[in-house]
């Protein structure tokens, strides 16, 4: 079977080798789809941390089952399924507390073990979940937006208030939609005009501001006069997450999605007189990964538009880095196996 393996940084090669062999509470799996997000990108640049390499990547996958045994989801050969690539220890502080996603010891696959850029695949049977409802685009979609699922569980907005995310990445857009669907108002930002317009355009996010000097003043306009009460960074970029704060109402939460790899600082009297509550957000729980599901089977989020960007897999490795420039104008890109 073909594998595409990233051996250091700026290089994947297509390569053979035997089909796996699943072991005990193993399925074997068919990769139908693999998206790719900003940590593959991230890894093949060379400056995605605790990374080492060679690694297969891909962790937003779509699978069919081709081998497995009687298991108690009801699992059979021949459903189309949702990988969960969080794999956790069950036995840690956080894990005992259902913080699964947070994990002492967490191990994602095609991160810190190699994922699923392979044409066949083993995996515990107990990351699966049935989702034949599903297209098999809309599965490999389940693994972001259950970022922004995550997200939200931890801001617990409320129908009458008004949640700012910045970053119009996938990572922002899926929070952005999950919202609006729940009900709540939503306002993106974004330093690039042409994500505001794909924001509106293709998201139906109507609200949309320039991060620029006279963004406060708009997003005040848009709201009421008022800024908003939570704000959501999905950008991981210093400069923004350091001054994500200053568009946070009083008493507001500031919820930090994105990753920035090294120290931020904040201005503690700011901070203060908010009485700001400041939480970060990692990865997702089998919880939000049942909820995205729902929300796709909805109909309501445009995955075929979110998709900007559809390649085959022997023809990957010559478009991946052009997805790391904001040129390609990339959201989504998805690689059929
Ligand atoms: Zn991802
Ligand atoms: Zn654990």
């Not at 189309?80 to 956080?94: D, E, F, K, L, N």
């Not at 203060?272 to 990692?282: I, K, N, P, Q």
Request: glycine content about 8%.
């Amino acid at each position: 079977m073909k594998y595409i393996i990233c051996e250091q940084p700026g290089r994947l090669t297509l390569l053979e080798k035997e089909n796996p062999i699943r072991g005990l509470n193993e399925a074997l799996v068919k990769i139908t789809r693999v998206g790719i997000c900003g940590t593959d990108l991230h890894a093949f640049q060379g400056n995605q941390p605790f990374f080492s390499y060679p690694r297969i990547l891909g962790h937003e996958l779509a699978a069919e089952i081709i081998e497995i045994d009687d298991n108690e989801q009801g699992l059979e050969v021949g459903d189309r399924v949702i990988i969960m690539p969080y794999i956790s220890c069950g036995t840690c502080i956080a894990c005992k507390r259902g913080k699964t996603n947070c994990c002492e010891s967490i191990s994602v696959l095609g991160v810190h073990e190699d994922g699923g850029m392979q044409e066949y695949y083993t995996v515990s049977t107990d990351v699966l979940v049935k989702a034949n409802s599903l297209s098999e685009e809309q599965i490999a979609l389940v693994e972001p937006l259950a970022i922004g699922a995550h997200a939200i569980s931890r801001a617990k907005p409320s129908n009458n208030e008004t949640a700012l995310v910045i970053g119009c990445g996938p990572i922002g857009l899926g929070l952005l939609k999950q919202m609006q669907l729940l009900g709540i108002h939503v306002i993106a930002m974004d330093i690039h005009s042409d994500r505001l317009v794909f924001a509106k355009d293709v998201m139906g996010i109507d609200q949309i501001v320039l991060a620029d000097d006279n963004a406060e003043t708009e997003i005040k306009r848009l709201n009421n006069g008022q800024l908003p009460t939570i704000v959501f960074d999905a950008t991981g970029s210093k400069q923004a997450l350091e001054s994500g704060i200053n568009f946070m109402a009083h008493g507001g939460t500031y919820v930090l999605v994105g990753l920035y790899k090294g120290d931020l600082t904040f201005n503690h009297p700011l901070l203060h007189s908010r009485e700001s509550t400041l939480l970060s957000s990692r990865n997702a729980t089998m919880a939000d990964i049942l909820q995205v599901k729902l929300m796709l089977e909805s109909g309501l989020f445009p995955d075929a538009a979110f998709i900007t960007h559809r390649v085959s897999f022997t023809e990957m490795i010559d478009h991946f880095e052009s997805w790391i420039k904001p040129e390609s104008g990339v959201i989504k890109a998805m690689v059929h196996l």
